[in-house]
């Protein structure tokens, strides 16, 4: 019995037909169309590598200098020194790491813990559903920041990756909510039901057949929840909640900024004040030019 | 549906006694999810306050002792201060904690010299909701007139440039808003008074000068909550009118001819409606949206009130503040919802 073997990618002649762009093609091509994106995607790459080598180019205990305290901006110290004369370009690019690896484990943990919720929820309704939803519900009722004020007490976590670890199990119902109600509408679709009435186990039609459906939206949420986590972290900083002492942490410093060195009242201390703005700022610039160009490159409507 | 089944699509909205029944039963039940919410977050605030590493009623036992009361005497006012005897059992302490809370007793504030958490929550909330419902306001209507312009007018200049502010400012957290709005004006321009809530030297009280020197220093917390919210609005009401732009209605207005206000009357009346639910749960989640800015501001509101208990360890006011923001999201979800009822004809019908 001849068998035919249709091979892929192969023309009648045997060439290889020209494929088809990739994907990296297309994300090249949407991070290219406008400025702003190749600003946005600069600006994120530079945190990553400061985030990466920074706490390689200083010494681990940074030093401190009685003589110039709040020093301007000069040769030796680019952004000026905080209130002990530490350099605060140091502390800055020490601090990024603690920042972007908290940010990176929360938005993670977010969206998957998210993305199964909300698949679960959606695909196999019914009882899981409804005691899922409840969850869910309850969960995005409660304020987010005393939630975290409460939490990063009782915790007491001081470790980045423990920080990101309780960022993300408090922010996953929002997405979880949106990708319910995305798995519901997936879950009419004839392939879906196809797979479903070949017997196929739920982790296969979850996994293999709904998430691919839904994964431009979840990485979209991916760098959402990353600022969102970003802020949060800063944020709990900030209000001396989580402990800022011996902490590199941008949040850190402008809580010993505002409330303890009284650099918010001196005209002085403009650039240690700023610096940790400024660097929250760009980087979320930076993020938002970022989430421009994933979006059109997910949803080929917006080209053109 | 088949052609050939009648119309019998039962729209009962007849009569109005059988209405009110059914809006009283929808209520019912949601006030219930909200009652049943609230105890589970006080049970979780309960446990989560008996799990911290380091009992609290042990610290402060310690603390007394450190300062040299005798033993007997600080277990007394330990007790005292929390209202019930450490050395029952969890389940005990649970029990009386709930019984409690349903009379509206939620403790005595350990910092604050056994003064009634309630008293204390209580005394706070006006200095959270005066300053954030103002903010709220002033962004609400700025957000959403020009997420309308920015709406229509989104295929050139203005648009754009409004889009992207939208973006920008929605991204920009509320700290940096208010540590930024701070060195701006207290100490780099120094036109505005840093610090306190109003004027120290002024008589508290409903006199001139001391109202003033309350209106004059929330201007800048008022501005921060303004601008950090105002983002948020301008992308939701651009969204909300860019669908109903495409709308066979909004053609149908366009084709009778009518004057573009009244197509912008049309479009605007029906682009609000998804943002009015935000809208109150804004109004919800304002009571603990703000503890940047009073923070920052030292703003004595609830979300102050709360850092500072977490820092204070002062467990039964922290459990009393969280409380207390939680029910005014959960009791302003329930307004949300049935409020949306009145003022969108389709929900009540198919209710």
């Given amino acids: 019995m001849a068998v035919t073997v249709i091979e892929p990618g192969l023309g009648a002649t045997g060439t290889r037909r020209p494929r088809p762009p990739g994907h990296w093609q297309a994300a090249r091509r949407a991070l290219l169309r406008e400025p702003r994106r190749v600003v946005g995607a600069a600006i994120v790459v530079i945190f990553v590598v400061l985030a990466v080598v920074g706490p390689f180019l200083y010494p681990r205990h940074l030093a401190a200098n009685a003589n110039s305290i709040y020093a301007p901006p000069s040769l030796v110290h680019p952004l000026g020194t905080d209130f002990e004369g530490t350099d605060v370009l140091s502390l800055m690019v020490t601090g990024a790491r603690y920042v972007l690896v908290s940010g990176a484990v929360a938005g993670a943990i977010a969206v998957v813990l998210g993305a199964l919720v909300g698949l679960l929820a959606g695909y196999l309704a019914g009882a899981v559903d409804w005691s899922l939803s409840r969850i869910t519900d309850f969960a995005l009722t409660i304020p987010q920041y005393p939630l975290l004020v409460v939490l990063a007490a009782v915790v007491r976590f001081t470790s980045p990756v423990l920080i990101g670890v309780l960022l993300g199990v408090t922010s996953w119902p929002g997405l979880a909510r949106a990708v319910r109600s995305q798995a519901f509408s997936l879950r009419e679709r004839p392939y879906i039901e196809a797979s479903r009435s070949l017997g196929l186990s739920t982790r296969h039609v979850i996994v293999r057949e709904m998430l691919p459906n839904i994964a431009p939206y979840v990485a979209m949420n991916l760098l959402v929840s990353m600022i969102g986590a970003i802020y949060a972290e800063t944020g709990l900083f900030f209000l001396g909640i989580l402990p800022t002492s011996n902490v590199n942490n941008w949040g850190a410093m402008l809580n010993q900024a505002v409330f303890s060195a009284g650099a918010i009242g001196s005209p002085q201390a403009i650039s240690y004040l700023l610096s940790p703005l400024v660097a929250i700022l760009l980087l979320t610039l930076g993020i938002v030019f970022v989430l421009d160009a994933v979006d059109e490159f997910f949803n080929p409507r917006l080209r053109g | ?351």
Avoid at chain 2, 317 to 331: C, E, K, N, Q, R
């Fill in chain 2, 1 to 351: 549906m088949s052609p050939d089944s009648p119309p019998s699509v039962k729209v009962t909205t007849g009569s109005g006694k059988a209405r009110w029944a059914r809006l009283g039963r929808r209520l019912g039940a949601r006030v219930l999810t909200g009652v049943v919410m609230v105890l589970a977050v006080a049970t979780l605030t309960f446990f989560l306050v008996h799990s911290m590493p380091g009992n609290p009623i042990q610290t402060e036992y310690q603390t007394l002792i450190a300062r040299g009361v005798s033993p007997s005497l600080a277990a007394q006012q330990v007790a005292g201060m929390y209202g019930f005897v450490s050395s029952k059992p969890l389940i005990d302490q649970y029990g009386q904690y709930m019984w409690h809370l349903l009379q509206f007793n939620l403790g005595k504030s350990i910092t604050a010299s056994g003064e009634p958490v309630v008293h204390l929550v209580l005394s706070a909330a006006p200095w959270t909701i005066i300053p954030v419902l103002s903010g709220l306001i002033v962004s609400f209507l700025l957000g959403v007139s020009l997420g309308a312009v920015a709406a229509v007018r989104r295929t050139n200049r203005l648009g754009k440039v409004l889009s992207v502010s939208g973006s920008l400012f929605h991204g920009v957290p509320q700290f940096v808003w208010a540590v930024m709005l701070a060195y701006l004006f207290t100490t780099l321009l120094p036109i505005f008074p840093f610090g306190s809530p109003y004027n120290i030297l002024d008589t508290p009280g409903w006199n001139g000068p001391f109202i003033l020197s309350l209106v004059y220093s929330a201007i800048l917390p008022v501005l921060a909550y303004a601008l950090s919210s105002y983002g948020g609005w301008l992308l939701t009401m651009r969204s909300s009118v860019v669908t109903v732009l495409g709308d066979d209605f909004v053609l149908a207005a366009e084709l009778r001819g009518l004057r573009p206000l009244t197509q912008l009357r049309y479009v605007a009346r029906n682009a609000f409606l998804p943002l009015f639910t935000t809208l109150l749960l804004s109004v919800g989640f304002m009571f603990g949206g703000s503890i940047f800015i009073e923070e920052v501001f030292d703003y004595p509101g609830l979300g102050y009130q709360l850092v500072n208990a977490v820092n204070a360890r002062d467990y039964p006011l922290m459990s009393g503040d969280f409380l207390f923001i939680t029910v005014a999201v959960i009791a302003a979800n329930i307004l949300a919802d049935f409020l949306y009822t009145f003022i969108d004809p389709r929900v009540r019908k198919a209710a």
